[in-house]
């Protein structure tokens, strides 16, 4: 068997019905169109989010347009990594929310604080925030510090 002898089973397509091709053909003159009107036009399927004056679909979802969903429970979270605490502190230092708003390195000093494992640590630091992740746990860990999460 070749490419060129594969084809459809028989019945499995039928051929297209050719319109406005004369009145004994079945489909001419107005080419099961009716008489006038706007379904008679050409072009008449419109634009494909008109809804005929209602409000669009995709107008009544209640996310704003080209910015995505942002879930209203989100928690939002001052980003901290190893390397702004090894230059910021010294060792046995206690590191937590008020003392990092202290060293500016909080954006919005109200939300919580992660604590992340970029960069290396080679003091020992008291480290209490509400999250850590387990690399920067590891590695606070490694160099002698402590970890406690708060709420």
């Known amino acids: 068997m070749k490419l060129n002898d594969l084809k459809p089973n028989e019945g499995a397509r039928k051929d297209r019905k050719r319109v406005g091709r004369g009145i004994s053909a079945g489909k001419g003159k107005t080419s099961g169109r009716g008489t006038k009107g706007q379904g008679s ?10 809804q005929g004056g209602n409000l669009p679909f995709y107008r009544r979802l209640p996310f704003m347009r080209g910015e995505g969903f942002t879930p209203p429970v989100q928690v939002e979270y001052n980003e901290v990594n190893l390397s702004q605490l090894a230059a910021k502190f010294e060792a046995n230092m206690e590191v937590n929310p008020q003392t990092l708003a202290e060293k500016n390195l909080l954006h919005k ?25 387990k690399g920067a746990k590891s590695k606070i860990e490694a160099a002698g510090g402590s970890v406690e999460i708060i709420a």
């Open 109 to 133: 000093p109200n939300n919580p604080v992660v604590i992340l494992g970029n960069g290396d640590l080679n003091i020992p630091l008291k480290v209490r925030v509400q999250r850590v992740s």
């Open 41 to 50: 036009r050409s072009g008449e399927g419109g634009h494909l989010y008109r």
